[in-house]
């Protein structure tokens, strides 16, 4: 799968920023996608995901109602909504194609394929 993110950029804290990510490759509809994201110094960690259908989605405790994963099926489109960003929300974000919905979101960056990352930033 081919997957290309767009969308970061700096932004003061508190404030909103959408990421988009368009795939290729396969059959977009049958796999779960994910967000991840790396900070300097920090390893990867897992930030989202969402399931083929777009019914199920999984959030890190860290991000949990402040950001939203969506897909556009028709477009192979991911997106990550991101409100009442703070400071630690600095990172590289990385969209990621996993496997094929069985009905699970793993988290494990291993079970994932990728793109190249957004940097996002945001000033306290």
């Known amino acids: 799968v081919q997957l290309q993110a767009s969308g970061g950029g700096l932004v003061q804290a508190g404030g909103s920023l959408q990421l988009s990510c368009a795939a290729s490759g396969r059959t977009f509809e049958l796999y779960v996608m994910g967000w991840f994201r790396q900070a300097p110094g920090k390893e990867r960690e897992f930030v989202g995901g969402?399931?083929?259908?777009?019914?199920?989605?999984d959030y890190a405790e860290s991000v949990k109602g402040r950001f939203t994963i969506s897909r556009d099926n028709a477009k192979n489109t991911v997106y990550l909504q991101m409100n009442s960003l703070k400071p630690e929300d600095t990172a590289i974000y990385y969209c990621?194609?996993?496997?094929?919905?069985?009905?699970?979101?793993?988290?494990?960056?291993?079970?994932?394929?990728w793109g190249q990352g957004t940097q996002l930033t945001v000033s306290s």
């Open positions: 990621a194609g996993g496997p094929e919905w069985t009905g699970i979101i793993s988290r494990r960056p291993r079970d994932y394929s």
């Open positions: 969402i399931s083929g259908s777009g019914g199920t989605t």
